[in-house]
């Protein structure tokens, strides 16, 4: 079977929330703009995009799962889950799928606990502080990896 043309987008816990409350971190740009920028930056690279937004873990671990069936890849903002979560990491590492982790502010210029993320050693890729454009650059990056091009 070739693979899928298709990209598996998780954005984590209250990320639903962007472009409401906390302009100065995430900017002003919603939800909906974000699954715009990643879509948008897929369809030039002839990819769709499959998006998923929850504040349940276990329906993030359940939508990880499903993409082993018709994705080639998962870009992913945890949000807070990237600090604390095991189970959201070994689900990750499970599907074997090249993962993108993004995160719109700069978590490494934020507290003490944002700065490490159990996804980040099971992603190829990181996007870090570019705010919601992260994940054009995030999609692009993973697109090169799964072409063959580039990682990192
Ligand atoms: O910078 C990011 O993208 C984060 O993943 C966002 C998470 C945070 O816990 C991570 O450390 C970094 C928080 C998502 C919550 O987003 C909100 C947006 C607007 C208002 C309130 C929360």
Not at 110 to 118: C, D, G, N, P
């Given at each position: 079977m070739s693979t899928p043309r298709r990209l598996l987008l998780v954005n984590g816990p209250n990320l639903n929330l962007l472009g409401t409350r906390e302009p100065d971190i995430y900017?002003?740009?919603t939800l909906a703009d974000v699954e715009a920028v990643a879509t948008g930056a897929a369809a030039r690279r002839g990819f769709e995009v499959r998006a998923v937004q929850s504040n349940h873990e276990g329906v993030l671990l359940d939508a990880i799962h499903a993409a082993?069936?018709?994705?080639a890849g998962i870009v992913i903002n945890p949000g807070g889950l990237a600090h604390t979560s095991v189970v959201l990491r070994d689900a990750l590492s499970g599907v074997a799928l090249p993962v993108a982790e993004v995160h719109i502010s700069d978590v490494r210029a934020?507290?003490?606990?944002?700065?490490?993320?159990?996804v980040a050693d099971v992603a190829v890729v990181h996007v870090t502080g570019?705010?919601?454009a992260g994940y054009a650059t995030a999609v692009a990056r993973l697109i090169d990896v799964l072409s063959g091009q580039a990682e990192g």
């Open positions: 900017g002003t740009q082993r069936e018709d994705c934020r507290e003490e606990f944002r700065h490490h993320s159990y570019e705010g919601v």
